[in-house]
């Protein structure tokens, strides 16, 4: 077995003893690497950023959980709209499949918070204190000396400076930028709750972050679990092409011709998680493409075609024809387009206020003269928006008068209220049928909007015999 083979009955990350061993990736050049450099700083911007970005006079992204309001760039959702996350979650979650389905874990390797920061910031960091891979084991396995302790206790320095950065940032999604701003200008005493969430969240970063790293992926990421549920013969996914590169060399046996691969092991020395793409697909690897850029450095210089390594299927790599559109891929798609369908039909269906107008429990109608009525109905209203709304009633038939002292009524926002109202008529217009259908205008006056409500009441009175 060469040094660099690792061992089959245990991860490349552990020793014989299941104790870890720290991975310190070889640094990679090439076309993802580029390319994925650029997806991590535009996540990162666009998350540090947008706390800060206002729609409407209100935080775009804002999930204020103790006031139970939610702000999704523009629209304002409260407790009572927790259905829609019922369809956002759905939607979420069957287009992960689909994408999972279809591109495998591409995800992983260029969208999720763990590899972004890990590849972006922190492993940066560790590279600019200690060095190139080599360099950082070494450093690793030296005793404590000087050198060693200054260079250990700046990067964790770093950490906690980038950490509590980013513990910030997050934290502003929840509790609103401008107050996390005004809270961090205060002392610590003056907001405990918050101040200790946020020391917290930095602590858990840069355990996650700065030690912890892949093995989340590896053993703890539910999403790793699932993906070999999700994923067939035809997903994409980063594969070695053995029919290309066997028999590698070193072990060509008599008679054959040695494959393009050279057992170079730099697709394992790159590799964050510590595998050998060589062995096949495996759970551990998160798709990052780093093998792919190292192999194909390689391939360069051994004047072989580029794509030993590639994005490929497990099908194709067999020989079968490539299959994209199949019946899982359709299912995954409809039910994706009905997610989201049903999340935009409730979201355009939703008014400023909430509004339900109901007939009070007590008789239906009162004659108040020979020939007049009053019924009476109360109006369930909630303010759905992050501003004060003024709420006034106003009849559109007139054939009706209505008597609404408690209109208009402001109401603050998120705030609701029940107030009564009553319609008097003449009863020639029930005598029929004993009802008579007519509409009720609601007009709502908020800062940046105004709206109008109308609603059908059901007037009821005796009927002529
Ligand atoms: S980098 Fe390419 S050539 Fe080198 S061992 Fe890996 S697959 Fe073989
Ligand atoms: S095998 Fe390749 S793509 Fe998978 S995690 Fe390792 S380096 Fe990344």
Redesign the pocket.
């Known amino acids: 077995m060469s040094r660099h083979e690792l061992p089959k009955e245990r991860l490349g990350t552990l020793d014989p003893k299941g104790k870890r061993i720290f991975p310190h990736?070889m640094a990679v050049r090439g076309f993802f690497r580029k390319y994925r450099t650029y997806v991590y700083w535009a996540l990162i911007a666009f998350f540090m950023v947008l706390p800060w970005i206002k729609i409407g006079g209100h935080q775009a992204v804002l999930i204020d959980i103790p006031n139970r309001q939610f702000a999704f760039f523009g629209l304002t959702f409260w407790a009572h709209d927790i259905p829609l996350i019922f369809f956002l979650l759905a939607g979420g979650a069957l287009t992960l499949a689909l994408v999972t389905a279809v591109w495998g874990r591409v995800w992983c390797?260029w969208a999720c918070p763990q590899t972004v920061f890990i590849d972006a910031i922190y492993r940066k960091v560790e590279t600019w204190i200690e060095g190139s891979h080599t360099k950082r084991m070494k450093l690793d396995q030296a005793p404590w000396s000087k050198e060693k302790i200054f260079k250990k206790s700046l990067k964790w320095l770093a950490y906690f400076i980038i950490s509590a950065h980013i513990a910030h940032s997050f934290a502003a999604y929840f509790v609103g930028a401008e107050e996390l701003l005004k809270m961090s200008l205060m002392a610590p005493t003056e907001n405990w709750t918050t101040f200790l969430i946020v020391f917290f969240i930095t602590a858990l970063l840069m355990f996650d972050f700065g030690w912890f790293r892949?093995q989340f992926c590896v053993i703890m990421c539910p999403y790793g679990r699932i993906q070999s549920v999700l994923m067939d013969d035809d997903s994409l996914a980063?594969v070695y092409d053995p029919n290309r590169g066997e028999p590698r060399k070193g072990y060509v046996p008599e008679g054959e011709t040695q494959g393009d691969c050279i057992n170079c092991f730099k697709?394992v020395a790159?590799?964050?998680?510590?595998?050998?793409?060589r062995r096949g697909i495996?759970m551990?690897?998160?798709?990052?493409?780093?093998?792919?850029d190292?192999c194909d450095e390689v391939m360069e210089k051994v004047k072989k075609p580029k794509g030993l390594?590639r994005y490929d299927s497990e099908g194709a790599l067999s020989g079968k024809p490539k299959k994209v559109w199949k019946p899982r891929t359709f299912i995954y798609i409809s039910l994706v387009i009905l997610s989201f369908v049903g999340l935009f039909y409730f979201i355009s269906q939703r008014t400023d206020v909430h509004l339900q107008v109901l007939r009070t429990y007590e008789e239906p109608y009162k004659k108040i003269s020979d020939n007049e009525l009053t019924n009476h109905f109360k109006v369930r209203l909630k303010n759905q928006l992050f501003d004060p709304v003024k709420v006034s009633i106003e009849s559109t038939s007139k054939d009706i008068e209505l008597i609404a002292p408690m209109f208009p009524l402001e109401l603050d926002p998120g705030e609701d209220s029940t107030p009564h109202f009553f319609v008097k008529f003449k009863d020639h217009l029930t005598q029929e049928s004993g009802k008579h259908l007519t509409p009720v205008k609601f007009k709502i006056i908020s800062k940046n909007s105004d709206s109008e409500i109308s609603e059908q009441i059901s007037l009821v009175g005796p009927i002529k015999k």
């Not at 790159?270 to 793409?277: E, L």
């Open positions: 990736p390797g892949e980063v697709c790159v590799c964050p998680t510590g595998i050998d793409i495996q551990e690897c998160i798709a990052c493409t780093a093998c792919i190292a390594i």
